[in-house]
């Protein structure tokens, strides 16, 4: 006697039953939360449209299409009996929160109202259920049996409502018109309004057509200033009269090759440093500047060295030199209007070269010397480096001054000791220290 044959035992399940999982699956699927039976309890079941639905077809007519149901009220499923107002609600199957596809049909429901799809036979119907907020749009893909030539309803897609030729998805408005506009008008919804779309265009159109001006402005005035700058550097305003100033012992011809460099050469083109550094090679000019007279005319001013002393060389001529040691000219014949310097080891310099540093110190005191010295200076001898450095009187007395330093200093103790002393009574006065001795 097997199981199945015992009495009060269940069969085993076969191959046609589902197994203990899939129960449990479709159990847990639709079971009734909390939230099911306050939607079941809000739904009228004796309103005569709950009746109509519920009362079965007569004969095979064709279906017709279902109608939408009022607000708050949920499809009641057709073929249920009138015992059922009178027994246990029914759970009614909650929409996915997630986009639903039935067919080609995507639905989007909005958080706070309901979307319900309806497939029957007859075809499908999108109910939009509005609570607070408005639901989302609904798209329609080309092809949906949503759109059939049907009557339409408020929130309801329609063949009439559809794009041209029915070939491209449809946009479901949730306005109360029930409205149904195209995916392009749809989208250019949320595209900038035309007029403020225009008005920026035009102020970049204005903003380009500015640079573009202040570009055009700018092109003429650098044109302008380059042609101005061609014709002021052209042949027509060139330097014709150069005037020279402070000129007395200046080798005049170095001076006039400066002067024909000058002339012929266009006025804003005149390389002044050039002539200023030319001028200033010659050996009697100090400082020399140059500067332009428009349109025709250049103007040197030049500051000459100032000679003090001179020297006999090893070749018999006589250079004159100034403070720094300079070598200002070379003259055959001794020129008395300069103190004589001598010394045993005088070097044959040309114009323009520097003699050594007892040379300078030496041309440094007779420029540093009193009026009273002056006049009763005679010649000064040094050394070649400077280190033993003595000036000659005409009474035959003679300063010595050590090495060449603290001239100054010196001078003024020469001063003081000539003062105190007769005239004839010495032959030497030595002011090289403080201590001022005499012989």
């Known amino acids: 006697m ?39 309890a ?28 009022q607000p708050n009220e949920p499809n009641e499923p057709a073929g249920a009996s009138e015992d059922a107002s009178k027994s246990e609600p029914q759970p009614e199957v909650e929409t996915s929160s997630e986009p639903e596809v039935q067919g080609a049909a995507e639905v989007q429901p909005e958080p706070g109202g309901d979307v319900e799809v309806d497939a029957s036979p007859a075809g499908r119907t999108i ?9 989302d749009a609904v798209y329609l ?26 070939d491209g998805p449809i946009f479901i ?45 700018v092109a003429i005035v650098v044109a302008v200033v380059v042609a101005g700058l061609a014709v002021l550097g052209s042949s027509l305003f060139t330097i014709e009269d150069v005037e020279v100033e402070g000129v007395v012992y200046t080798d005049e011809a170095a001076l006039d090759a400066v002067v024909e460099d000058l002339r012929g050469t266009p006025v804003l083109r005149a390389d002044t440093e050039q002539a200023e550094r030319a001028l200033e090679e010659i050996p009697w000019v100090e400082v020399a500047r140059v500067t332009t007279d428009f349109p025709h005319g250049a103007k040197i001013e030049i500051r000459e060295r100032a000679p003090v002393v001179t020297f006999e060389g090893p070749d018999g001529a006589f250079r004159v030199i100034d403070t720094h040691g300079r070598v200002l000219d070379v003259l055959d014949a001794e020129p008395v ?48 480096d400077g280190s033993d450095l ?10 010595r001054f050590g090495a060449a330093r603290d001239l100054v200093v010196k001078l003024v103790r020469l001063q003081t000791s000539l003062d105190d002393l007769e005239s004839g009574a010495i032959s030497y006065v030595d002011v090289s220290t403080n201590e001022v001795t005499t012989g």
Do not use: C, H, K, N
């Open 173 to 217: 408005d949730d306005r109360p018109t029930g409205e149904t506009i195209s995916l392009e008008a749809a989208t250019s919804a949320t595209r900038i309004e035309p007029r403020l779309r225009e008005r920026r265009i035009a102020v970049r159109r204005a903003e380009g057509r500015t640079r573009l001006r202040w570009a055009f402005v």
């Open 42 to 69: 809000q739904v009228d079941l004796s309103s005569p449209e709950v009746a109509e639905l519920l009362t079965p077809a007569e004969g095979p007519a064709a279906p017709e299409a279902p109608q939408p149901p």
């Open 337 to 384: 209007e300069y103190l004589l310097v001598m010394s045993a080891d005088a070097p044959a310099l040309t114009a323009g070269q520097f003699a050594r540093q007892g040379f300078a110190a030496a041309a440094s005191l007779v420029q540093a010397l009193t009026p009273e010295l002056r006049a009763r200076a005679q010649s000064v001898a040094v050394t070649a």
């Open 2 to 40: 097997t199981r199945a044959d015992q009495p009060g035992r269940a069969p085993l399940p076969g191959a046609d039953i589902p197994s203990a999982e899939v129960l449990d699956e479709l159990l847990r699927a639709f079971s009734v939360d909390v939230t099911d039976r306050q939607r079941l």
């Open 390 to 399: 003595r000036l000659m009187l005409t009474d035959g007395i003679e300063a």
């Open 141 to 166: 893909a080309a092809g949906d049996p949503l759109l059939r030539p049907a009557g339409g309803a408020p929130g309801v897609a329609t063949a009439a409502d559809a794009a041209p030729g029915g």
């Open 127 to 135: 109910v939009i259920d509005s609570a607070d907020d408005p639901p």
